[in-house]
Every structure is written in structure tokens, then in C-alpha cells.
């Protein structure tokens, strides 16, 4: 009986840190995309790498976070977040439905945004639109 008690705390732990590790993903996500659409660069440093690449129909743009500068914005708004995982591990988050943009052309579609660990915080470092 110990054993099955031991293996569903172990079970139960793996699950609840699996669910934290989502919602700072989703978090991150969404406070990213909500800085980038009001063009608040003091918060968007926060929780994006320096330069976010922004890749729109194989076309890379770029957001320079540090220099608050950008050839790609954000109209919203963007719906559905979800996290993504690779072998298990969320490794970035999908968005169901965003519009950015480029040089004058709006694109339409969905995205995934992909995040890294960066100086002990997770962050946004490149967006694919597709």
C-alpha cells in the first residue's frame, strides 16, 4: 500500500510541475504579445530576448527589443494560446489566431512563439507565423 501511495505523490508532483511550467509558458506568452501590441518596450524587455526574430511567411523580421525598434507589429488581437511541447517539455507556445504587420502587409494566421531560459527567465526569442 505504501508503494501505491508513494508512486501517486510522485505521480501528482509530476503533474502539478507540469502544469506550473505551462502557465509560466502561457504567462510569458501572453505578456509578450500584449507589450508588443501596446508598444510598451519597458515590459516587452521582460520577457523577450534582446532581438526577437519574427518569421511571416519565410520572411524574417526583426524585433530589437533593447534598441525599441521594429519592421513587424502586432494588430490585435490574437487568440488561443496553448503550449507546445518537444519530448515532453514546453518548449514554446501556439497561438490560434494572430495578425502582424510587415512592411505595409498584414498576415493573418497561426503562430507558435518559441521561448528559452535567458539569464534565469523564460523568453520569447522568435515568432513564426504561418
Same mark, same amino acid.
Given at each position: 500500500? #505504501?508503494?501505491r501511495a508513494l508512486g501517486l505523490v510522485c505521480a501528482t508532483l509530476l503533474v502539478a510541475s507540469t502544469i506550473v511550467e505551462a502557465a509560466g509558458h502561457i504567462d510569458t506568452a501572453a505578456k509578450f504579445l500584449t507589450a508588443w501590441g501596446r508598444g510598451n518596450w519597458e515590459e516587452l524587455a521582460t520577457v523577450a530576448a534582446d532581438r526577437v526574430i519574427v518569421s511571416v511567411g519565410g520572411k524574417e523580421s526583426l524585433i530589437h527589443v533593447s534598441a525599441k525598434?521594429?519592421?513587424v507589429t502586432l494588430v490585435p488581437p490574437f487568440k488561443g494560446l496553448t503550449t507546445v511541447r518537444t519530448e515532453g517539455k514546453v518548449t514554446g507556445v501556439s497561438v490560434d489566431e494572430i495578425t502582424v504587420k510587415v512592411?505595409? #502587409?498584414e498576415k493573418k494566421g497561426r503562430g507558435t512563439l518559441l521561448l528559452e531560459e535567458l539569464a534565469g527567465k523564460l523568453a520569447v526569442v522568435k515568432l513564426v507565423v504561418r
Amino acid at each position: 500500500m #505504501e508503494r501505491r501511495a508513494l508512486g501517486l505523490v510522485c505521480a501528482t508532483l509530476l503533474v502539478a510541475s507540469t502544469i506550473v511550467e505551462a502557465a509560466g509558458h502561457i504567462d510569458t506568452a501572453a505578456k509578450f504579445l500584449t507589450a508588443w501590441g501596446r508598444g510598451n518596450w519597458e515590459e516587452l524587455a521582460t520577457v523577450a530576448a534582446d532581438r526577437v526574430i519574427v518569421s511571416v511567411g519565410g520572411k524574417e523580421s526583426l524585433i530589437h527589443v533593447s534598441a525599441k525598434k521594429t519592421d513587424v507589429t502586432l494588430v490585435p488581437p490574437f487568440k488561443g494560446l496553448t503550449t507546445v511541447r518537444t519530448e515532453g517539455k514546453v518548449t514554446g507556445v501556439s497561438v490560434d489566431e494572430i495578425t502582424v504587420k510587415v512592411r505595409g #502587409e498584414e498576415k493573418k494566421g497561426r503562430g507558435t512563439l518559441l521561448l528559452e531560459e535567458l539569464a534565469g527567465k523564460l523568453a520569447v526569442v522568435k515568432l513564426v507565423v504561418r
